[in-house]
C-alpha cells in the first residue's frame, strides 16, 4: 500500500479514484485500511482547500423564514417591532444578545450562526 500526503489537486484527485475503486473493500482488511487512511487524507485536504465559513446571521434567519413559510410580521416576537425586524433584515441594526436567544430558541436556528458578525452595508 502506498499512500502519500495529500497536498495538490492532482493529489486529491488521485486520492478520490483511488478510494473509488476501494469503495466496497471491507473493514480490516488491507483494502479497508487505505480507504479509511486516503479518507483521512481527503477530509483534511478539504478542509484546508475548500473552507465553509459560518454563514451571515441574516442571510441564515431569511433562509429559515423561506424554508418555514414565514413573512417579517412572524419575528416581531423574538426581534422587536416590525421596524426593526426590517432594519435587521436590511442589515441596519445588529442582532442583540437577546435576540440571538429568543431566535434561537423560537425557530431553532444554531446559536453559532447567529453570533457571527454581521456585514453591514
Known amino acids: ?12 484527485r488521485e486520492a478520490l479514484r ?3 475503486m476501494l469503495m466496497d473493500a471491507e473493514a480490516g ?11 483521512t487524507l481527503v477530509e483534511a485536504y478539504e478542509r484546508k482547500a475548500y473552507p465553509m465559513d459560518i ?7 431569511k433562509f429559515h423564514m423561506e424554508r418555514s413559510g414565514m ?8 426581534i422587536g417591532n416590525l ?7 436590511n ?4 442582532l442583540t444578545l437577546s435576540m440571538i436567544r429568543k431566535l434561537h ?11 457571527k458578525a454581521s456585514v453591514h452595508a
Open 29 to 39: 482488511t488491507p483494502e479497508g485500511d487505505q480507504l479509511e487512511v486516503l479518507a
Open 71 to 78: 413573512t417579517p410580521k412572524d419575528l416581531k416576537p423574538m
Open 91 to 94: 442589515h441596519t441594526r445588529p
Open 83 to 89: 421596524n426593526r425586524v426590517y432594519e435587521v433584515l
Open 105 to 115: 430558541s423560537g425557530l431553532g436556528i444554531p446559536a453559532e450562526s447567529l453570533i
Open 18 to 20: 483511488r478510494m473509488e
Open 1 to 12: 500500500m502506498h499512500i502519500k500526503p495529500v497536498r495538490t489537486e492532482d493529489d486529491y
Open 55 to 61: 454563514p451571515d446571521p441574516v442571510e441564515t434567519i
